[in-house]
């Protein structure tokens, strides 16, 4: 069974500061793996996805994210974060052979911006 | 264009009764789903559905029903509300084309139970 783990409930960075979100997941072959991002009150938005080809995926609002099919991880950077970041970011696997049809969605990591 | 919505986005159920979460999506999609979102849980399938008169048990269907009849509306149906159902609800839909794997999302509907 897929699952996704994401191993920071909680992050707080400068605004500025770099980031880093981690993910990983559990899964046989090569996913489907996305990151979601949900702004307080807000349901979730896609950032960026992966498919297959280039491991390193530009999505929106400057994030990019790496697959790492050794480590079984798919982080999401920012190198400088903006006060308009802070909000709760999900990572999720789908599976290839079903055509993504179902998610699974990993616990969240929220995160706040000091000014 | 609309995308998702959900009505209502609040509700207060006592326990035992009964109520239906609405979702309608515009955009003629036919994938649609229902997900419960807990409070350091992530997101959970209740059920999905890959189009009109067909739908599937996701994660945590007990207590839940849902139907199809249109490509637009995927309502989700509480019988007999218990607490352990206060959470946030949330619907998506996405197309069902090669390669449209993104899940676009309703703003939720927050429900407690009490």
């Known amino acids: 069974a897929q699952s996704v783990t994401q191993p920071d409930i909680h992050i707080t960075v400068s605004e500025g500061a770099s980031l880093e979100l981690r993910c990983n997941y559990s899964?046989?072959?090569?996913?489907?793996l996305f990151w979601y991002v949900q702004s307080p009150g807000q349901g979730l938005q896609l950032l960026l996805k992966?498919?297959?080809?280039?491991?390193l995926v530009q999505g929106i609002k400057g994030f990019e994210a790496e697959f790492k099919r050794s480590q079984s991880s798919f982080n999401l950077r920012k190198p400088s974060v903006h006060w308009s970041d802070a909000a709760e970011y999900f990572c999720?696997?789908?599976?290839?052979?079903?055509?993504?049809?179902?998610?699974?969605f990993g616990q969240g990591t929220r995160l706040t911006i000091n000014p | 264009n609309a995308g998702v919505t959900q009505t209502p986005k609040f509700r207060i159920l006592k326990i035992g009764q009964s109520m239906t979460l609405q979702c309608t999506q515009d955009m003629n999609h036919n994938y649609m789903y229902w997900y419960r979102q807990d409070p350091g849980m992530g997101l959970k399938l209740i059920y999905y559905?890959?189009?009109?008169?067909?739908?599937d048990k996701g994660e945590v269907p007990n207590g839940y029903n849902v139907s199809r009849s249109t490509t637009e509306d995927f309502p989700l149906r509480l019988e007999l509300a218990a607490p352990s159902q206060t959470s946030v609800y949330f619907c998506?839909?996405?197309?069902?084309?090669?390669?449209?794997?993104?899940?676009?999302f309703g703003p939720g509907t927050r429900l407690t139970v009490t």
């Open positions: 559905s890959v189009g009109a008169g067909i739908t």
């Open positions: 999720a696997v789908g599976s290839v052979r079903q055509g993504a049809q179902k998610l699974v």
């Open positions: 899964y046989g072959a090569t996913p489907y």
């Open positions: 992966y498919f297959s080809g280039d491991t």
């Open positions: 998506a839909s996405r197309a069902s084309g090669q390669g449209s794997y993104e899940q676009y």
